[in-house]
T-cell receptor, first 113, second 117 residues
């Protein structure tokens, strides 16, 4: 079936460090891929998305590339800030007539000054 | 533009009591979703509406959960009776319903945190 696997957290980094959060997926067909972020006390916000193979989504310095050959959508940022501390969720939309999201378990990121 | 509004933000009840959650989607959004998020997990879809029609309720435990979206705008999710295992965050999301299903961005509300004692 369709599923998303994210790296286990929590991840703790110092400010200005490089961030990678791994995400791999299993899906039939050609899903769209998303990264959502959940800041403390807030709802999920769309961070970026990619709808086809080799697309790169980017926002707020974060990037992720849709790799069909490795079924991956790893999230990266070159220099994290304390304000990036949040829980990050990778998700896929298996499209068709459903349009429903399947989420990974989330990865908590803490950035220390 | 206002986002997805949910109320209440927090609810504490005793087991076997009924509880209801309310969601007001983004204006003009035809598609509305209810998700369940257990602690340390990602959200899981409970039900999806296209306008006032429930088009996917396969994950909704129908023995105790019910939902409605009268007039295709606001929606209510109800649990009766609540059980200890229902303690979780209940998220509402909406999307425009235009474009393809796989690219139609979902916007989430802040959620209702339910605690069943």
């Amino acid at each position: 079936g369709n599923s998303v696997t994210q790296m286990e957290g929590p991840v703790t980094l110092s400010e200005e460090a490089f961030l990678t959060i791994n995400c791999t997926y299993t899906a039939t067909g050609y899903p769209s891929l998303f990264w959502y972020v959940q800041y403390p006390g807030e709802g999920l916000q769309l961070l970026l998305k990619a709808t086809k193979a080799d697309d790169k989504g980017s926002n707020k310095g974060f990037e992720a590339t849709y790799r069909k050959e490795t079924t991956s959508f790893h999230l990266e940022k070159g220099s994290v800030q304390v304000s990036d501390s949040a829980v990050y969720f990778c998700a896929l939309n298996y499209g068709g007539s459903q349009g429903n999201l399947i989420f990974g378990k989330g990865t908590k990121l803490s950035v220390k000054p | 533009e206002a986002g997805v509004v949910q109320s209440p933000r927090y609810k504490i009840i005793e087991k076997k009591q009924p509880v209801a959650f309310w969601c007001n989607p983004i204006s003009g959004h035809n598609t509305l979703y209810w998700y369940l998020q257990n602690l340390g997990q990602g959200p899981e879809l409970l039900i999806r509406y296209e306008n006032e029609e429930a088009v996917d309720d396969s994950q909704l435990p129908k023995d105790r959960f019910s939902a409605e979206r009268l007039k295709g705008v606001d929606s209510t999710l109800k649990i009766q009776p609540a059980e200890l295992g229902d303690s979780a965050v209940y998220l509402c999301a909406s999307s425009s319903g235009r474009g393809t299903p796989s690219t139609d961005t979902q916007y989430f509300g802040p959620g209702t945190r339910l605690t069943v004692l």
